[in-house]
């Protein structure tokens, strides 16, 4: 009907209440924005990386100083700890320093020895790189491809989750603030439905998404067939191996913070718990003390150690994997309930005895769902860690350091961390294999996915 406004409205998960409502925009508006990015394109690659770096740690410099309202954003629009939330914004500003202190590095022209009098390889900008981003973390994911793409001399497009659109849209205003020229990076405020359209749109160069499997291949087939690159990281299923050598009580405190930071809504959470059965029940007890630990409550409060789940669809989810896998057989050992309180809570879980067939076990479980497995020894710990769809992440606990390292060669996945939790780094390539997606951000492999890697021949 003529005069009814379409609107995105982001809602606090902690008390359900409503946030904002964002008009959303139309066609023409988005259609404009193309054009202003794609002609800021122009002149921003022609920008001396030296001039790049100095926005860019301008950038970090905004970040550091709008940290408390950054947090205060996320929290409010997702539900993350305060103080997962800080941590979140720092972990920006410091991706921000190192693309600006290392892209000049990572793209500089490399020797290439042939029948040439002279011969190399040079990494030049794309141009426009559309991004489709998740609500779990909203800044991080969103910086996490800017940095070195705009770095690289791209320009940046953002279409974010609907529910954390305002994290969205300050990130476009940390990049004004840091002196960035006008439309090099802009975030659209449109529904998921009409993403296809943009990706379609010739004015866009290539995409990066980080979603859902099915999202991933919605997007990839559209981008496929208008020939563009693309790098997807999808979801995850992460096996935490805990070998009969293992410090368990190191184990166990870190895989209850690998499980629930975030309330458990990480890709590259721990998820799949697969232990040896000589020290299985040693690991439960100290898993589920660690877990009972845990308080459950308003994430702006300082006491507070697990949040809510970003929306209640995903609480309903988490219960059918739950339920499901009980009903195969699997054992409840702590948890299982919603509190007796307004928001989207769920208590920390842990189930046992959870084997392939098993919802918690085959699907991804983005919430706070932990499932054990025990195992005979090393080999049915590697074969059931590599028997899933996903390959994203994982994790391997043994005192032996080289045993740690070769288990970790023969698990089939993008990162394995040996007596470690699994995380990103700048400093490290981050991406999948199998149904996690392809392609890597971060580090040297990341700035270099969406450049033209031109060959230079001089006879």
């Not at 997962?84 to 793209?107: G, I, M, N, S």
């Not at 898993?287 to 308080?295: G, I, K, M």
């Not at 989810?317 to 809570?345: I, K, V, Y």
């Not at 390292?405 to 939790?421: C, K, Q």
């Amino acid at each position: 009907m003529a005069g009814i406004v379409d609107e995105i409205v982001t809602v606090n998960p902690a008390t359900e209440a409503e946030l904002r409502r964002y008009p959303v925009m139309t066609e023409d508006e988005v259609g404009a924005i193309l054009d202003d990015v794609r002609r800021s394109g122009l002149g921003w690659r022609e920008v001396p990386m030296g001039g790049r770096a100095e926005l860019m740690h301008a950038a970090a410099g905004v970040l550091r100083r709008r940290a408390g309202e950054l947090a205060g954003l996320v929290t409010a629009e997702m539900g993350k700890l305060t103080a997962e939330a800080r941590a979140e914004v720092e972990k920006c500003a410091t991706t921000c320093d190192h693309f600006a202190d290392h892209a000049e590095e990572y793209l500089a022209d490399q020797p290439a020895p042939s029948d040439g009098s002279s011969s190399f390889v040079a990494f030049e900008p794309l141009g426009t790189v559309l991004a489709i981003m998740p609500w779990n973390f909203p800044l991080w994911q969103v910086i996490r491809f800017a940095a070195p793409a705009l770095m690289a001399g791209n320009t940046a497009l953002l279409k974010h989750a609907s529910n954390t659109t305002g994290s969205g849209l300050a990130v476009e205003a940390v990049f004004r603030e840091a002196g960035f020229p006008e439309s090099v990076f802009r975030a659209l405020v449109i529904p998921g439905r009409r993403a296809g359209a943009v990706v379609e749109d010739s004015r866009v160069a290539a995409v990066t998404l980080t979603g859902s499997e099915e999202a991933g291949a919605q997007t990839a087939a559209i981008a496929g067939r208008c020939l563009k690159k693309t790098v997807l990281e999808l979801g995850g299923s992460d096996a935490f191996v805990v070998l009969e050598d293992a410090d368990i009580e190191a184990a166990a405190v870190t895989a209850a913070r690998a499980r629930f930071q975030n309330c458990g809504q990480s890709c590259i959470a721990a998820k799949r718990f697969i232990v040896v059965d000589a020290v299985a029940e040693s690991f439960e007890e100290a898993f589920v003390a660690a877990t009972r630990r845990l308080r459950v409550g308003d994430p702006s409060e300082a006491e507070t150690t697990m949040g809510p789940l970003a929306r209640d669809d995903l609480r309903d989810d988490l219960e059918r994997q739950l339920h499901g896998s009980l009903d195969r057989g699997a054992r409840l050992l702590t948890g299982g309930r919603r509190p007796d309180r307004r928001g989207w809570f769920y208590e920390p879980t842990i189930l046992t005895g959870c084997m392939p067939g098993m919802p918690a076990f085959d699907e991804e479980t983005f919430g706070p769902l932990a499932a054990v497995t025990r195992v005979s020894g090393e080999d049915e710990a590697r074969r059931l860690a590599n028997h899933s769809d996903f390959g994203l992440g994982g994790n391997v606990w043994t005192r032996d350091v080289e045993r740690g390292v070769r288990f970790a060669r023969s698990l089939e996945t993008g990162g394995v961390f040996v007596n470690g939790m699994t995380h990103s780094d700048p400093r490290l390539p981050f991406g999948g294999v199998k149904r996690s997606g392809y392609g890597r951000e971060l580090y040297s492999f990341g700035i270099r996915e969406f450049v033209n890697i031109k060959t230079i021949w001089v006879g």
